[in-house]
């Protein structure tokens, strides 16, 4: 097999089982900063149980979070060497930002977050869940001024064929990085929010009903219904930036061949590379133009018009269908569930059920999304600058097959074994600690 | 300013250098415990764990940023280092891996799978410290191909193990009381011997693979001026040994001395190690100003790490003034 695809296919593996992991924590180090500030003001124990059973949720996914981000340190290089060599000079700077101002921070904080309420004042303890939450968001920060620095670099200048800096300002605030950051905080959010609503409507299905477990699902569910048209706002904008910067991305998502006027919007079709055209197309007219151009004769670029360098269309196009469906099937659930929640204060079996269904619904819009925005960067690594298949490294295909056999065995082990754990916690969730009844809380200074 | 700009590789080469040095022994001692995990009972086991549980993440970044130095400061040799260890870097990613998250299954899983958390535990750790140990051997081999370096590199992997096994049970040793406590006495005594024979082979075969190497230890008068290296060693290992000797004690206020010896000795031979090698990253094939980047982006990261370092330094230190003292159970609430 080509060496290139199975080094993409590795990286790729890689970078989508990691992705899920600090989906949930970015987001669910705030709710947990959240819940333990209304604790503070409220001293309900109703909002602590909820904490105690949610910070176990995030210190597992923070566990693999870690281990697979580490896996990717090394495979930057490891698979990607032609990356560092050629833009080392803009991306060397932002990941050592990361580790510097946000690795060591969230994890020696967690540690204080985990296992130190007992032990530092309760003020403390707030603030070492502050500063996790912060830690992981300024992760996102960077990794995300990198990625869409990649997408639509700015700010340096090619001698020799190597990047140089030139405004370290424009390299951080470059065109698409504001829209991407808000896309993917976003959709960490929604994420969490549909976690936490699906774990705590299974434990409500179950008949565990305590407080905290009502606390929890009506968080998750307001929390899904409040971003949920956020993110569909900013997923736009997003959208209009890219066909701006990446046109060619943008074709391969609305499947438009060329470019024209009137251009519908597809809503389901098989896209044929070889014919170049849509078989079996279900369309809306004039929808891509109103929607891109805000006109029904706005013109659209279409593919044809980068033929040779636009990216696969089948697999961006059908990762865009599913981003979107997942997120109307979240705007439906989350709105049902808020509009009883506020009528009849409670949520009918079948509601309940339904956001079980889509406990994980968060993971397959974000890897969806992930996978329309990476792919549809292609042939490009870095637009303009750098091509995949220019990065990739000289190890044989052979050693690349064999570790790739590895890693997937392991992800699906420990994906299988991080839901079930987390239902299995679920479960337990409610009932008393196995220990000794935990000493009164305390909320004054020791020593 | 012109200083500091000419000398840029070499700084970040010592920075490189402070953070392998620190990964190396604090990632070492929780190595180190996960290994020893595989002599102790469940609640011995869950006692060991007590003792790393809130450190192990934090030092497991030391290791980030060393490799991230590398990659950023000097991608040649990054790339050349990498694609020679490939694959032993993809068995020590899935030992990382196991022991990770380890950590959260072997308490949080169903009760039935707790068990074989455990033993991913100690099995990470292991696969862990001996493809570090292989690594290691490797590199002082200069990578070369062929069977005695490849038998020298995997007896440096069981040297490693057997290294942080010793600063493993040293933590323990500081971290622990009553009869854990008096098996971590038996445990260091042994690594602490298995150690002292680790570091002799390297301290042998480094100079005998490289004449470049043995000119630089025993030319006059360097061999004066190093002396005090091999002998302040062989003083800390005797010293540790005697001390170790009258362990357990009934007064715990030394229970650290161990670890800090072991700390001692983990430096000195780190030192020797970098000098053997200096000015090369990549033993005898590229030099450290050579494998260098471009120094506007090297700027660029020591002004954020001379700004940030001091901060890391401070809440690493009170995250262990937090933690200080004999390790209770870990709990949430």
Redesign the interface.
């Known amino acids: 097999m080509d060496p290139i695809l199975l080094a993409r296919i590795q990286f790729g593996a890689n970078i989508s089982f990691h992705i899920l992991f600090p989906t949930i924590t970015i987001a669910l180090g705030w709710v947990l900063l959240f819940i333990k500030l209304r604790f503070n003001a409220t001293k309900d124990d109703a909002w602590m149980n909820a904490y105690r059973f949610l910070v176990k949720v995030f210190a597992l996914s923070f566990a693999l979070g870690v281990v697979s981000g580490i896996t990717m340190s090394f495979q930057f290089g490891t698979n990607w060497p032609g990356f560092m060599e050629r833009v080392g000079n803009i991306a060397g700077p932002l990941l050592a930002y990361e580790v510097l101002t946000a690795f060591f921070l969230e994890a020696t904080f967690l540690g204080i977050m985990l296992f130190g309420f007992r032990r530092v004042p309760n003020w403390v303890h707030t603030m070492a869940t502050f500063l996790v939450a912060f830690g992981t968001t300024m992760s996102a920060f960077w990794i995300l001024v990198l990625n869409s620095w990649m997408h639509t670099p700015a700010g340096f200048e090619l001698r020799d064929g190597v990047a140089h800096a030139t405004d370290w300002w424009a390299i951080i605030f470059n065109p698409s990085m504001p829209y991407r950051l808000a896309h993917m905080l976003l959709a960490s959010g929604l994420t969490c929010a549909f976690l936490i609503a699906g774990l705590s409507a299974w434990r409500w299905l179950r008949g565990d009903q305590g407080r905290d477990v009502a606390i929890a699902l009506r968080l998750g569910v307001t929390l899904g219904a409040v971003l949920i048209p956020v993110q569909i706002l900013v997923g736009d904008l997003h959208g209009l930036n890219t066909l701006e910067h990446q046109p060619a991305k943008v074709a391969a998502m609305e499947g438009n061949w060329e470019t024209r006027g009137n251009v519908p919007l597809v809503l389901f079709a098989i896209p044929n590379e070889r014919e170049r055209r849509n078989d079996y197309a279900i369309e809306i007219p004039n929808g891509a133009s109103l929607i891109l151009k805000h006109d029904p004769a706005g013109v659209v670029p279409g593919l044809n018009e980068f033929k040779g360098q636009h990216p696969p269309v089948a697999p961006v196009f059908y990762a865009f269908r599913i981003m979107v469906g997942m997120g109307m099937a979240m705007l439906a659930i989350s709105w049902l569930g808020s509009f009883y929640l506020w009528r009849r204060g409670a949520l009918p079996k079948l509601v309940l059920w339904g956001l079980v269904a889509m406990t994980f619904s968060g993971w397959i819009a974000t890897l969806a999304g992930w996978y329309v925005t990476e792919i549809g960067r292609q042939p490009w690594l870095v637009t303009g600058v750098l091509t995949t298949a220019q990065a990739a490294s000289a190890v044989p295909a052979a050693m690349i097959g064999t570790t790739l056999a590895m890693y997937l065995a392991i992800y699906a082990v420990l994906l299988v074994a991080y839901v079930s754990v987390l239902f299995h916690l679920a479960k337990k969730g409610g009932n008393p600690p196995a220990a000794p009844a935990p000493a009164p809380m305390r909320l004054q200074p020791a020593e | 300013m012109a200083l500091i700009t000419d000398n840029l590789p070499l700084i970040f080469a010592a920075l490189m250098a402070v953070s392998i040095l620190a990964y190396v022994i604090l990632d070492g001692y929780d190595l180190g415990v996960g290994m020893l995990m595989a002599q102790g009972n469940r609640a011995e086991r869950d006692r060991m764990i007590s003792t790393i ?3 192990w ?2 030092n ?2 030391w ?3 060393g ?3 590398l ?3 000097f ?2 040799a ?2 050349l280092i ?2 020679e260890l ?2 032993p ?2 068995l020590m ?2 030992g ?3 022991r ?2 380890a ?3 072997r308490v ?3 009760t039935r ?1 707790q068990g074989a958390w455990d033993w991913a535990f100690v099995g990470g750790s292991l696969l862990t410290a001996l493809t570090q140990g292989y690594m290691l051997g490797r590199y002082i081999m200069g990578f070369q191909p062929g069977f005695w370096p490849e038998i020298f590199a995997i007896a440096a992997g069981f040297g490693l193990a057997a290294s942080y096994a010793f600063v493993g049970s040293t933590w323990l040793l500081a971290k622990t009381e009553g009869p854990l406590q008096a098996r971590a006495v038996g445990w260091a005594q042994a690594t602490l011997l298995l150690t002292l024979v680790s570091m002799l082979a390297v301290s042998i075969a480094t100079p005998l693979v490289s004449p470049r190497i043995f000119e630089r230890w025993f030319s006059f008068p360097n061999i004066i001026g190093l002396l005090p290296i091999p002998i302040m060693t062989g003083a800390f290992f005797l010293a540790l040994w005697v001390f170790l000797k009258r362990m357990p004690r009934a007064d715990h206020s030394l229970d650290i001395v161990p670890f800090l010896g072991a700390m001692a000795l983990f430096t000195l031979g780190f030192l020797g190690l970098a000098y053997s090698f200096y000015p090369y990253i990549v033993p005898e094939r590229l030099t450290i100003t050579a494998a260098a ?2 120094p ?2 090297l700027w ?2 020591l002004l ?2 001379v700004f ?2 001091p901060f ?1 330094a401070g ?2 230190a009170f ?1 262990y003034y ?2 200080r003292g004999k390790a209770r ?5």
């Open positions: 549980g809130p450190f993440d934090a497991e970044t290791l980030v940023l490799i991230g130095l990659l950023v400061a991608p040649a990054h790339g990498l694609t490939y694959l870097v993809a990613l899935l990382l891996t196991l990770g998250v950590f959260e299954f949080k899983a169903q799978y980047s471009a506007e982006s660029i990261i954020g790490a940030v370092l890391i809440y690493t995250s937090v933690f159970d870990l709990r949430y609430d």
